[in-house]
């Protein structure tokens, strides 16, 4: 090949690279490119961390081991008995309880040839953050659900005492919100911006919205300050909706034949508490082609990873109610 054809050759492989591509003896990305990545699956994370909105928050400590401490406060009782002139009574102490949780780490990542890379219109990686973004928003909303799942305050709907014993008829309506909005009324559970919120299927939803009483988020006084996925109110309960909402199927989970069982959460401030998502709670992680055992840059990853843990700090601050709908036959569990 003369000279002048060998330049051309290589001018027109350099029309297949990427400007500015980070070569095999760099580090990898630069820090801003990390740092908007890492972002921006936050970001996607976000809105799917439907169960973490209303939990306590707290840091991950670093170099702490594997275990986190969350503390409960009790209430002071009364100050009844009247005050001696001159004299200082003997104060009060406060109470308060240590939670230690294991944390958890998750994660996950997906490949993408060089290839792929190389000839694909769309990009692959943004795309790949988006779908992950998403994936983690949604486990690590599983983590938190199935905790508070675990709470020992049940209520079942239409006046039933257990799972096995709900039918299709036995749906949501205004009059258990009620009872459940006393019970928190009475275990003194403080409420969240003025009222107590629950979490709820979209299959459960519609039976709600229909009852008496009933207000739309189009009809709030002051829209704008909504949680997401909100919807409405009643009987002082504000009602956030989430597909992610606890659905049990099968007799396995003592449920009856055929049907399934969706679980509302009721919750008041200061239930639970979960872990931070940001200051290292979630990563994103990219690697770029050749990194590893990859001699002939065939292959990068994107991936994301989390260390989490949640726990119900006072029981008596949240509610689940169980129930049936119309979509019970059809729904499977989650």
Known sequence: MKA???RFFMLKLQLFA???TQT???DGMSVEMKTYYS???IDIAGPELVHDQFADKYDIPKNGGKTIEFRKYDNLKPALTPLTEGVTPDGSKLNVTKITSTVEQRGDYITLSDMLILTAIDNNVIQATKKLGAQAGLTLDCMTRDVLCGGTSVFYANGKTSRSQLTKADKLDRNIFFKVAAYLKKMNAP???G???AIIHPSC???VMMSDGWIDITKYKNPEQIYEGEIGKIAGIRFVESSNAKVWKGTEDNCP???AVYSTIVVGNGAYGTTKVTGGGLQTIIKQLGAGDDPLNQRATVGWKAVKATERLVEQYMVRIESCSDESENEEAN
């Open 195 to 197: 009222s107590y919120v």
């Open 205 to 207: 939803s519609a039976d």
């Open 4 to 6: 002048k054809e060998a």
């Open 18 to 20: 990427e400007p500015n």
């Open 191 to 193: 409420k969240i911006d």
């Open 257 to 259: 034949e055929g049907l």
């Open 24 to 26: 095999t003896t760099s």
């Open 39 to 41: 972002d921006f699956l």
